[in-house]
């Protein structure tokens, strides 16, 4: 097959080895230059390159695109055909020391992507000038490089370190993120490094690349635990003047349409619980309806923690958290546990009415889940019990036996504020008890039932009877309800029914004295030896009878885990965890940093040096400007009057340079 001339049909070409061989040995550059913009394209859609690595290193070229693409090549294959990319040292060699920014750079990434130890001393003496060249474009690859170099075994930690001093000193916010990056993976314990640097990053934090914007969030995040938040010792304390700076800088920050700087800006004020901030960061995070669905769930856990931690700023936005049709079930059960923590009396009426809707027409997982929702607030507001309540009786109808058997979940603790009021439903629970399928369901039944016998003596009884009959296939939570209603029934019936209940108490301890499980058979003899005394008084303090298990699920409260990792996700603490910052556990250690007076470190803001072409004559006075970059930064020079005329002339033999390649 031919190669095609529009690029965009590159990614989806199927073609011979033959042609793009014989593009890359031809003698023109343009030629040569399609031949590599078929082999990234093949790269980038993960197919095997590695052949061509032959013909791609013997390609002399001055064309500058051309060196681009092969460079990414060499770089994307350094870890495949280790061998062969040895012919192309010299080279890479060479090019560290171009003219042009972009080839040296190149060749420093390309350089340091190869584990070889002979070139370790190469490697390391180039990433000592490009830390301090003039080029924001070679200081980044130096930064890239520093990550790089963590691995090889004859890297020196001191060594990195001085190197990245000077990068995280850089006035560049492209070169702020990557080194800040390199920062995280060598030596993320140093926080002290970012005493001098801290309050330029607040400043420079709008400017940084979007992709790094996280990572440097997260470093001044734990900078600002460690040395600026007073309050976790003294909740009294005055906000410290550099962390109100920060935090005003994240704000700054939340008109990002990018869910992971949304995300880390949230993860910002709830780690250091600025309260005060929650209200502007809140709307912003409502943007998860119009995220995919894995980000909209990440955007929905930050809002869960909010919603617990300040409910009352959710009473504009509570319908926001309704659940479509289109929402996935994990999406779906987040904004139901969101719906049980912003609930009050203003729009309570509503949501349990939205939760109703959700009962009958969605799955049955969450109409399950609906249905505890609309427990859980009306446990938590009073005024609320009524509405809930009505709302619940109504769905006892419902075909759904799963439906049905959470709503007697549901109402075994909501009746117990006023049994009275709700007698039909114990009458129902009575009717339906024995039809019930669910362990759960059926034992919250059998314990409504016996609670509240002498609302309902014959029913009651009666229900007891039918339970008596299969009671050899209940599962063990049910029987221990069954032996405890039986007890209790007995011991408050009536004389007209009681000759009835003794008898069917003494079947069922006889049951149990044989039944399979050891609990069970240890319940029975102690009923039996309680029962054959006739000593049944202690019953009327329900000592067998107590509530021992909860109807709706505990209430939600903050994850101890830093918002977003992976240990809170799952729940638990995960291997690789690690917190925001050291020592959390030693209070005393803690304590005398927090005490530590940095003020004044942070006063000491460093200005970096960069390095000018040797051939200039300058030394030892500083300018704040230099032309066309518009970088502030210390310059060795002794001539300031003459600095941006070397400029002007340096780009103007760069650019004749360019136009004599071209000719």
């Known amino acids: 097959a031919s190669i095609p001339n529009s690029d965009a049909e590159l990614f989806t070409l199927s073609t011979s080895k033959q042609p793009i061989i014989a593009l890359l040995k031809s003698n023109s550059d343009q030629d040569k230059l399609r031949g590599m913009k078929v082999i990234t394209a093949m790269q980038i859609t993960r197919k095997d390159t590695t052949p061509f690595l032959p013909y791609v290193i013997n390609i002399v070229t001055k064309d500058f695109k051309l060196k681009k693409l092969i460079y990414f090549y060499l770089v994307n294959c350094c870890g495949v055909a280790t061998n062969e990319i040895l012919m192309s040292i010299n080279s890479f060699h060479k090019e560290l020391n171009d003219s042009k920014p972009l080839i040296r750079a190149s060749a420093l990434r390309a350089l340091s992507s190869l584990q070889i ?173 119009h995220q995919p669905q894995h980000q909209a769930y990440l955007l929905l856990c930050l809002l869960e923690e909010f919603a617990n931690k300040v409910p009352d700023c959710f009473q504009p936005f509570y319908s926001y958290f309704f659940v479509c049709a289109s929402d996935s079930r994990d999406i779906a059960l987040k904004k139901l546990q969101i719906l049980s923590s912003i609930a009050t009396e203003a729009n309570g009426n509503k949501i349990v009415k939205e939760l109703g809707l959700y009962s009958r027409k969605e799955s049955e997982e969450v109409s399950v889940v609906s249905i505890t929702t609309i427990g859980k607030i009306a446990e938590k507001n009073q005024s609320l019990t009524e509405t809930a309540t009505k709302q619940l009786v ?213 200005v970096p040096t960069i390095r000018v072409p040797e051939s200039t004559h300058y030394s030892s006075e500083e300018v704040t400007r230099v032309a066309g970059t518009g970088l502030e930064v210390r310059l060795a020079v002794n001539n300031p009057e003459d600095l941006e005329a070397f400029f002007e002339a340096s780009e103007e033999s760069e650019y004749e340079s360019e136009e004599s390649e071209e000719n």
């Open 117 to 289: 130890e002979e070139i370790f001393p190469i490697l390391m003496m180039a990433v000592q000038r490009a830390v301090s060249d003039f080029s924001i474009y070679v200081r980044r690859a130096a930064a890239y490089s520093l990550q790089k170099l963590i691995d090889w075994e004859e890297a020196s930690k001191e060594t990195l370190v001085q190197l990245l001093c000077k990068l995280l000193g850089d006035a560049n916010p492209l070169v702020v993120g990557p080194a800040m990056l390199s920062f995280q993976s060598l030596c993320p314990e140093r926080l002290d490094l970012l005493h001098s640097n801290f309050r330029r990053y607040c400043r420079l934090l709008e400017e940084v690349e979007q992709f790094f914007v996280p990572v440097v969030l997260h470093q001044l995040l734990r900078y600002s635990r460690t040395y600026l938040d007073q309050q976790l010792l003294n909740p009294q304390a005055k906000l410290d003047p550099d962390l109100k700076l920060f935090l005003d800088t994240c704000t700054e920050l939340l008109h990002y349409d990018s869910p992971a700087v949304l995300s880390s800006v949230a993860q910002v004020f709830l780690v250091l619980d600025q309260t005060h901030y929650f209200q502007q960061v809140i709307p912003c995070l409502l943007s998860f309806q």
């Open 394 to 606: 109504t769905l006892l109808k419902s075909y759904s036996p799963l439906v049905t058997a959470q709503v007697i979940v549901v109402l075994r603790k909501l009746i117990s504020q006023n049994p009275q009021k709700y007698r039909k439903v114990i009458v129902h629970c009575a009717r339906v008890v024995e039809n019930l399928q669910f362990p759960k369901a059926k034992a919250s039944a059998v314990w409504i039932i016996g609670k509240f016998f002498s609302l309902i003596p014959t029913l009651a009884a009666e229900a007891l009877r039918k339970l008596t009959l299969e009671f050899t296939k209940e599962q063990s939570s049910v029987k221990h309800q069954i032996l405890n209603s039986a007890v209790k029934m007995f011991s408050e019936a009536p004389a007209p029914i009681k000759p009835k209940l003794n008898t069917i108490l003494k079947h069922l301890l006889d049951l149990a004295f044989y039944d399979i499980s050891y609990d069970i058979r240890d319940k029975g003899r102690v009923l039996s030896s309680v029962y054959l005394g006739g000593n049944l008084s202690f019953l009327e303090n329900e000592f067998l009878f107590k509530d021992s298990g909860e109807v709706t699920t505990k209430d939600t409260k903050s994850s101890v885990f830093v918002p977003l990792s992976v240990s809170y996700l799952v729940g638990c603490k995960v291997s690789g965890y690690s917190r925001l910052w050291e020592d959390i556990n030693d209070p005393e250690h803690l304590k005398a940093t927090l005490e530590t007076e940095t003020s004044g470190l942070r006063d000491q803001e460093t």
